[in-house]
């Protein structure tokens, strides 16, 4: 019963790490949310409002239903080397009462702005990739869902 065991692990062994990621899909935050795109809507009369400047990709996750459930997700795995990290989310989508969502964060850690979008329910596993940016307070991420 073992060898026949050891035959499929010898196979996967030597498939190309394309064939094993094929089915991944690639997801992409706006890079950036521009200061001119900012509505102030509940400000009171005697006060001006503007933001002052762009605001920068820091961060990515995943919500169970939109953003304003604030039922934010917490990675199943993250991992660090030097100054890359790797947060990975394991999911059942039977659990996702609201959906599953892609939240985007910007201006800083804490997300003073989120972007977000539902995404298809059939994804079971979710990446996101850390690299440090040049541009201050903004992080390159990279999001991979199967």
């Given at each position: 019963m ?37 509505q102030?809507?509940k ?19 995943f ?10 997700l ?8 030097g ?15 609201g ?19 539902q995404?298809p ?9 850390y690299t ?15």
């Open positions: 073992k060898k026949p065991f050891c035959g499929i692990l010898l196979i996967v062994g030597v498939m190309p790490l394309s064939t094993l990621t094929a089915d991944a899909s690639q997801l992409a935050c706006p890079d950036v949310v521009q200061a001119e795109s900012i102030f809507m400000v009171k009369s005697e006060w001006a409002a503007r933001a002052v400047g762009d605001f920068r990709l820091s961060s990515a996750g919500n169970d239903g939109p953003p304003e459930k604030l039922a934010a917490k990675p199943s795995l993250v991992a660090s080397r100054k890359q990290s790797l947060e990975t989310w394991v999911f059942d989508p039977s659990e996702f009462s959906g599953l969502w892609l939240v985007c964060g910007y201006g800083g850690p804490a997300g003073q702005i989120t972007l977000a979008k995404l329910s059939s994804y079971s596993v979710c990446s996101v990739r440090p940016s040049v541009k201050a307070g903004a992080q390159n991420i990279a999001i991979t869902c199967r």
